[in-house]
């Protein structure tokens, strides 16, 4: 998506560490006209899928999912993060790690939210090392659901988490792929 | 908002210690047609105020503030919930009590994303006591921003913190109102 790249281009800043900021426009900050245009791509990307459900992690992936959602017309849930490992019987739960925080949360849905017959569309941010949608993708085989694919808005494609899903046969859209990334220079894989 | 009042009776329940589980349609799993509609009522309520700027906290007030932000056109812009004490000197910050959850989180807001010509629209899923409305108006106050009111989707009026935040001049409409609550009835407010 060209215009994720330019805002990318224009309104984002590399801190250190590896971190991309885009609070501006993407999480923290939502340019909701800009944001209505992403979920209208990946309606695009995904209409011919038989979507029923969109799954996200909250809480930055929620603006990319609802706007996904308003645009594909289909309910979205989001996952929550636990910092307890009590789980109820009436969740669906994985481990997910966050290397940007360097903790492990248990991300559960309820599961009466997902089901058996639904055909499941994974949105978030960011893929970097893949663990989130990693995540998503075991809570959708627990509820024996089918995947139609995961979108992320932003890839470090030099993280290798989206190719290595890839080479397992997920279906990874991602709407911008950083494929190196310093002070000075943001390279974008060609998609 | 009538069609608020029939989600509520059809697909709340309510649970012990006085919660009202609505994650069917308005938090874990989110109605993206009816929210829309929800949106598009914040925006009616609010057409006159000249709003520039949408705020929330996350992760259960996103969705709805997503919502008003497409029907409105502007800028969503969501607190972050932080455990710390350790915030940054580029932060807005304020401590709110959860009394569902029983702890106190610094809730913080980047400060370059409000700014004093800012005119705030506050929206969230919950009224009850009112802290996290109560800690929204006071960074909208740190930024210097004026205040055009708040919305939150559903009130528990018997909680007060709506009626306690009207009495002091602040505008807050809720999209329903609850005053009375048990197993077997809930009882809205006429509005």
């Known amino acids: 998506m060209k215009k994720m790249e330019e805002k990318i281009l224009n309104e984002a800043a590399v801190l250190p560490g590896g971190v991309l900021k885009v609070g501006s426009f993407l999480n923290q900050q939502v340019d909701t006209k800009f944001m209505k245009e992403v979920g209208e791509e990946i309606a695009r990307l995904y209409k011919d ?3 029923t459900k969109i799954l996200t992690i909250e809480a930055s992936g929620i603006p990319i999912a609802i706007a996904a959602g308003f645009a594909m017309e289909v309910p979205v849930v989001y996952a929550k993060k636990n ?3 009590n789980v109820s019987g009436d969740s669906y739960s994985t481990p997910v790690k966050s290397f940007t925080h ?8 309820t599961k009466e939210y997902l089901s058996k017959d639904d055909k499941i ?3 978030d941010d960011f893929l970097a090392h893949g663990s989130a949608l990693t995540g998503l993708i075991d809570i959708t085989k627990q509820a024996g659901a089918s995947l139609a694919g995961c979108v992320a808005a932003i890839e470090k494609g ?3 988490g989206g ?4 080479a397992k046969g997920y279906r990874i859209e991602s709407l911008a792929i950083i494929d190196e990334m310093t002070d000075d220079e943001i390279v974008f894989r060609e998609q």
Do not use: A, H, P
């Open 163 to 166: 190719d290595k899903l890839r």
């Open 102 to 109: 360097g903790d492990t949360n248990n991300v559960i849905v």
């Open 49 to 51: 899928e038989g979507v």
């Open 121 to 123: 569309l994974i949105v």
């Open 83 to 85: 910092k307890s490992s």
């Open 158 to 160: 030099f993280q290798m």
